[in-house]
């Protein structure tokens, strides 16, 4: 009854769900490199993919998506990378496989960003070089 | 990360609560986390995370829900990815993220504060004293809540540790246990009679005894309130 009357009060205020919250941390998450969501969101973003998309692909329950994303990325080292991916998985009812095969993916397309990222910084100070030098060649001109 | 207040507070939570289920629990979450178990940062968050946000609300009934989701969210990311930041002998892990979420929160509110302070024009309230009030929610924040003050303390421990001091003084060991739960937010018959050593009571013995005390602090709090001439209008 106490707990009824609880919920009721949540629900007037406009308390978010517990799966709500979730998902808002999970969100929040996405910006530190630390979490899956970092790695899951963007490639879900690239890929055109909603919620319900993204956990089908994972194989998971929508519900069970942003606890998902909460986890901790797989350490980097080869043995490592398996028993966390492994690890995960079995806690939240997935195949191993298939959750490696997406955040392999995933991490593809991450690397891909960063290697366009790096091109186009790259590309843009180039652009800037004559720029900057041309100061230089006009004051040996009039010298000259 | 933490003041000295929040020590103190965590050393009293942490001896008032003797090892039971949910500070086991809270203890094998921490060496998971420190353990690197890529999945105890969303058991951490499924956890604690509305637990603590829902606290916050308890306390801080006018501020921006978001603020408060935020704060609370802050906290959990944060001790996932430094799980060695919180230290499990100086206290619970919920008093822990507790008092993290409520300084990022009054940190944001602060932020706020000076942001209206410069971006809002001056109201005048009373022309003819010459009264003015900066339409500030903070402002607004205090105003409203500074009947209670339990909440009072709340808003402004960080800020006047004088008043925090003064209640010491004035509680024994068991109180001052109590008191610290209040301010944690715990509403648990069970957790305050655990710490009044009342465990032997019937449960309306011990919600009877645990009324009483609280109250008799809060009579304490709003007393001091009152003689420090802290927690009134700025």
Redesign the interface.
């Known amino acids: 009854m106490r707990r009824r009357a609880r919920a009721d009060r949540k629900a007037r205020a406009g308390e978010p769900s517990p799966t709500e919250l979730l998902w808002r941390a999970a969100e929040r998450a996405a910006t530190h490199p630390f979490f899956l969501a970092a790695l899951l969101l963007p490639y879900a973003q690239a890929e055109g993919l909603g919620r319900a998309e993204l956990a089908a692909r994972l194989g998971c329950s929508p519900e069970a998506l942003p606890k998902l994303l909460l986890c901790r990325q797989p350490r980097s080292d080869p043995g490592a990378y398996r028993t966390d991916v492994e690890r995960i998985a079995a806690a939240f009812g997935l195949e191993a496989e298939r959750l490696a095969a997406t955040l392999r993916l995933a991490q593809a397309l991450q690397a891909l960003r960063a290697a366009d990222q790096a091109a186009g910084q790259l590309a843009a100070a180039r652009d800037r070089e004559p720029e900057a030098q041309e100061p230089e060649t006009g004051g040996e001109e009039t010298e000259g | 990360m933490s003041t000295g207040a929040q020590h103190e507070s965590d050393d009293l939570a942490g001896e008032a609560s003797a090892p039971h289920g949910a500070a086991l629990d809270e203890q094998a979450l921490h060496a998971r986390l420190l353990a690197?178990?890529?999945?105890?940062?969303?058991d951490l968050?499924?956890t604690y995370?509305?637990r603590l946000?829902?606290r916050l609300?308890r306390y801080y009934k006018n501020v921006d829900?978001q603020l408060l989701?935020?704060a609370a969210?802050?906290a959990?990311?944060d001790l996932?990815?430094h799980p060695h930041r919180y230290d499990p002998a100086r206290g619970r892990l919920e008093s822990y993220l507790f008092m993290a979420a409520r300084r990022d929160l009054l940190n944001a509110l602060q932020r706020t504060q000076r942001r209206a302070a410069h971006e809002r024009p001056l109201t005048v309230i009373d022309p003819s004293a010459g009264n003015v009030e900066l339409a500030s929610p903070a402002r607004n924040l205090r105003a409203s809540e500074a009947d209670d003050p339990l909440e009072l303390l709340i808003q402004q421990e960080a800020a006047d540790p004088r008043l925090m001091a003064a209640i010491r003084e004035q509680c024994d060991e068991r109180e001052w246990a109590v008191f610290q739960l209040m301010l944690d937010g715990e509403d648990r018959t069970a957790a305050y009679a655990q710490v009044l050593g009342i465990t032997h009571l019937s449960p309306r013995e011990q919600a009877q005894e645990v009324k009483r005390v609280k109250e008799r602090l809060k009579k304490r709090a709003r007393r001091l309130v009152q003689r420090l001439g802290v927690g009134g209008e700025p």
């Open positions: 690197g178990d890529p999945t105890a940062p969303a968050a499924e995370l509305p946000v829902a609300g829900p989701e935020s969210i802050d959990v990311l996932a990815m």
